[in-house]
């Protein structure tokens, strides 16, 4: 009983540390806020007020009809008409447009023919991922017009139409896939930091050979320790789902108990990591360069932004090391899919064992700098 006080006293002295000091404070509330705002509103896969011109060859009804469409829709925005194919590249080049939409001359013709008909979509390359999502926009406004014609023409449609139905995201909105994952994210630098700067802020202060003296074995030192990051990693992860559903209404489908169990794994694998860099290092400056080397490389390899299937067979391996790839398809599937803790055990169980093996490295780690 005794040692659970002095456990609960050293874990009381941690919070009260982390209040008073006014950069740890700013380090845990404000930089966390900051990133969920700048990420869930400019970290956007969707394009609205695209600039683009318009080169139209054909003077027939159908091309004003297609075009129509495009001057019609959100997402693009007339900024001029092309009457030359001279004056194409100047447009592209000086990033005027993002598109030329080139309507040939029997573009009208061929359709009263029923012949293939053709538009062809000059776009900005050098952002390769603008570039497919732009194609994308205009593929599906290309095609809505040409199964409208079928239909009104009378021709005789494809046997089996094509029909675009997304899964758990119907109006496909990017917002729906970054916010979830921004709660892992958020969490894991907050969990990493709190730990990786504790005991390298008690050696520069000179306060840690004061708590070598007091009667805290090392194993309640470390949950001391480790009390403050859960507690805060669990607020905080509280803090973000509460604003992915009312401030970015992100749908919450599935079981909450499947969420915090995800995240009660997740944590304690990032605190894990947390102490292992704070007791292999001396100061708070290598505290913070360790827990950024380690962070960086986490979120590029979880697929927070690209598939993982994309990679390389061997680095899609390195990321089966990675805690951050486990929680963020528990929060995804939790959010949209709707999943609850049966059918997530395969998350949980990777998740389960990178916790036990970096809380005892760091366990050993400590116990060896304190020798």
């Known amino acids: 009983m005794n040692r659970i006080k002095r456990i609960l006293r ?14 740890s404070r700013m380090t845990v509330i404000v930089p966390p806020l900051i990133q969920l705002l700048v990420f869930s509103f400019a970290a956007t896969f969707e394009l609205n007020n695209i600039p683009y011109a318009v080169w139209n060859e054909d003077p027939g009804l159908h091309s004003r009809q297609l075009l129509a469409r495009f001057s019609g829709s959100p997402n693009f925005h007339l900024v001029g008409t092309v009457r030359h194919e001279e004056e194409v590249a100047p447009l592209i080049d000086s990033r005027t ?23 062809q979509a000059i776009v900005d390359g050098r ?10 926009y205009v593929r599906t406004i290309v095609m809505d017009y040409g199964a409208g014609y079928l239909s009104d023409s009378g021709s005789t449609p494809p046997l089996a139409p094509i029909v675009l139905r997304a899964w758990y ?7 729906w896939f970054i916010v979830p994952g921004l709660v892992g994210v958020i ?33 309640d030192i470390l949950m001391g320790k480790i009390i403050p990051g859960f507690v805060i990693g669990i607020l905080e992860a509280t803090v973000i789902v509460l ?11 599935g079981s909450l108990a499947a969420l915090y169990l995800g995240l009660f794994l997740f944590i304690l694998s990032g605190l894990g990591v947390g102490l292992m860099i704070s007791s292999v290092v001396t100061t708070q400056q290598q505290g913070l360069l360790g827990a950024f080397l380690f962070m960086v490389p986490a979120i590029i390899l979880s697929g927070f932004a690209t598939p993982i299937q994309n990679m390389p067979k061997i680095i899609q391996d390195l990321t089966l090391l990675d805690p951050l790839r486990y ?31 970096t809380m005892v490295l760091a366990a050993l780690f400590f116990r060896r700098r304190l020798g």
Do not use: C
């Not at 050293?10 to 000091?21: P, R, V």
């Not at 573009?107 to 008909?117: E, G, M, N, Q, V």
């Not at 609850?340 to 998740?351: A, E, K, M, T």
């Open 10 to 23: 050293l874990a009381q002295k941690e919070f009260l540390t982390l209040l008073a000091d006014r950069k």
């Open 243 to 253: 604003f992915a559903t009312l401030v970015f209404h992100v749908p919450l489908r």
């Open 169 to 175: 995201n119907p109006n496909l909105k990017s917002r």
């Open 187 to 219: 969490t894991l630098v907050i969990s990493l930091l709190v730990t990786a700067l504790s005991v390298s802020r008690e050696r520069e202060e000179g306060t840690f050979d004061q708590l070598l003296v007091t009667p805290l074995e090392p194993f």
């Open 327 to 357: 929680v963020l398809v528990i929060l995804r599937q939790v959010f949209l899919k709707g999943a609850g803790v049966g059918d997530l055990w395969s998350q949980y169980g990777p998740l389960a064992l990178i916790g036990s093996v």
């Open 127 to 136: 952002e390769s991922n603008t570039a497919m999502i732009l194609l994308g």
């Open 97 to 119: 447009v993002l598109l030329v939409l080139h309507v040939p001359r029997d573009f009208s013709r061929d359709l009263l023919l029923h012949r293939p008909a053709t538009v």
